[in-house]
């Protein structure tokens, strides 16, 4: 009886040491709690990465804006090298008078194509008409071709389209003639005059206010293009600045729907109309001042000169945070922020007036 319970005992010791013990795989859930707090985290981290994923997308697209300025200076001083002179910034000669289809005429932005590497689409421009739509079929490859969208016109944080088009009206300043063009985030800069050449130079602007661009024509100045005209240097003096292009008008970054109805058609946005070429920057009003009801009051002239509005000839704009590209008759690109004093700006756009100013770091 003993051998027999001692025999059987170890058979059961056998036999459960050969069956593995059942074990508890169940996981106690999350509490509410919990899953509170790892949301939390998580919306501080997306909320503390996110702000430097802009920034990093806006420092790319600034990059990339840069080498848009810096190629299209290259390319005006390569014409220059060709032919001895700065384009022209635009020019329109009406031989007839109001006789429209004797009109001849473009802006510098068709000029220098052969210099971007668009030979083949600056021969397709037939140089005998400008691109004008009441020119009827004569002018219609010219206009076809100024819609064209060239990306090196347009600035990466520009929030128009590529492929919008603007649609130029240039009746209510007194010519019969409409165009329309692809958009163009770069104009060249004719001068400084008005409220904010008062202000520049302390109430008393006089001598020559010129920019680097001469306009001829039968609304030209016929001023010498040569690259000697630049007696402020070409260093301090810019070729082409910043001003957001495109089918809107902008007061800060945000579009302006009244502003737009009255002004767009005549705000040179595309990179081949005729007033593109033309920005006398007289100054504007800051953008906090600006009231929707009242939109009329917005143009007044004034003390605001980068990133005000994109208003043509009240300030130079872009989306960038700050200020604005010049690309300068050197060949160089510069930033210059909106904070820059006003004699400085003027300064920058005028060609032989001989102001002496420290460039701002």
């Known amino acids: 009886m003993h051998r027999y319970s001692q025999s059987h005992r170890h058979e059961r010791v056998a036999h459960s040491s050969s069956c593995p013990r059942r074990q508890n795989t ?102 005998r008409f400008p691109a004008l739509n009441e020119l009827g079929p004569i002018a219609q490859a010219n206009v076809q071709l100024i819609q064209q969208p060239l990306s090196f016109f347009k600035c990466p944080s520009s929030p128009w389209g590529i492929t919008e088009i603007y649609e130029g009206d240039a009746s209510g300043a007194g010519l019969p003639v409409t165009w329309n063009a692809a958009g163009s985030d770069y104009i060249s800069t004719t ?69 737009t109805g009255l002004l767009v058609s005549t705000n040179g946005g595309g990179w081949g109309d005729l007033l593109n070429g033309e920005n006398w920057l007289s100054g504007g009003l800051f953008p906090n001042g600006y009231d929707p009801a009242n939109p009329a009051a917005y143009l007044q ?22 200020g604005i590209h010049f690309g300068m008759g050197d060949g160089s690109v510069q930033f210059v922020s909106a904070s820059t004093d006003a004699f400085v700006i003027a300064a920058l756009i005028t060609r032989e007036k001989g102001e002496t100013f420290t460039f701002p770091q």
């Open 26 to 127: 169940q996981r106690p859930a999350f509490t509410l709690v919990e899953l509170l707090v790892v949301i939390a985290i998580i919306g501080i981290l997306v909320g503390l990465l996110l702000p430097a994923v802009q920034a990093a997308r806006e420092a790319a697209r600034r990059m990339q804006c840069s080498n848009n300025v810096k190629q299209i200076s290259l390319a005006m001083h390569n014409y220059e090298s060709a032919y001895k002179t700065f384009p022209l910034a635009w020019w329109l000669d009406i031989p007839g008078g109001t006789n429209i289809p004797a009109a001849n005429g473009r802006s510098w932005g068709i000029s220098i194509l052969p210099f971007l590497e668009q030979t083949n689409l600056y021969n397709q421009f037939d140089q």
């Open 191 to 259: 001068g400084v005059r008005g409220a904010f050449a008062r202000i520049a130079y302390s109430g008393s602007p006089g001598g020559s206010r010129h920019g680097a661009l001469p306009v001829q024509g039968v609304f030209g100045d016929n001023r010498n293009g040569k690259i000697g005209a630049m007696v402020d240097g070409t260093s301090n003096t810019c070729l082409i600045a910043e001003r957001t292009g495109g089918p809107r008008i902008y007061v800060g970054t945000a579009p302006a729907a009244a502003l």
């Open 301 to 322: 002239e004034g003390p605001c000169a980068i990133n005000c509005s994109n208003i043509r000839g009240r300030s130079l704009h872009s989306f960038h945070t700050g």
